[in-house]
């Protein structure tokens, strides 16, 4: 399959522009970049989720949660966080 990392995406959204990854995966991501650019925020109606994203070629990656962030990302804190419409 090339070179490169292959990756395993829960779920792909808009012919690859939205990439949901499992956390171990967003790592692997976020090692690919000096100084990576991460956006921290919670979606949802009554039921809020954490999310973590970065960019990657022109796609969003995305995981649940939160995860261990290298001192030199640089991190977006979204007061409000919308995926869609």
């Known amino acids: 399959m090339g070179r ?4 395993d995406a829960n779920r792909v ?3 690859g522009v939205l990439v949901f990854v ?3 995966t967003f790592k692997k991501f976020l090692e690919l970049k000096e ?7 919670e979606t949802g109606g ?3 989720v954490k999310l973590t994203m970065t960019t990657y070629d022109g796609a969003l990656i ?3 949660g939160e995860v261990e ?3 030199t ?3 977006v804190k979204a007061r409000e966080l919308s995926l869609g419409k």
């Open 46 to 48: 009554f039921k809020k």
């Open 62 to 64: 995305i995981t649940r």
């Open 13 to 15: 959204i808009a012919g």
């Open 4 to 7: 490169g990392m292959t990756v």
């Open 73 to 75: 990302a640089i991190v």
């Open 35 to 41: 100084r990576p650019l991460v956006i921290v925020g």
């Open 22 to 24: 499992e956390p171990e």
């Open 69 to 71: 962030l290298s001192e």
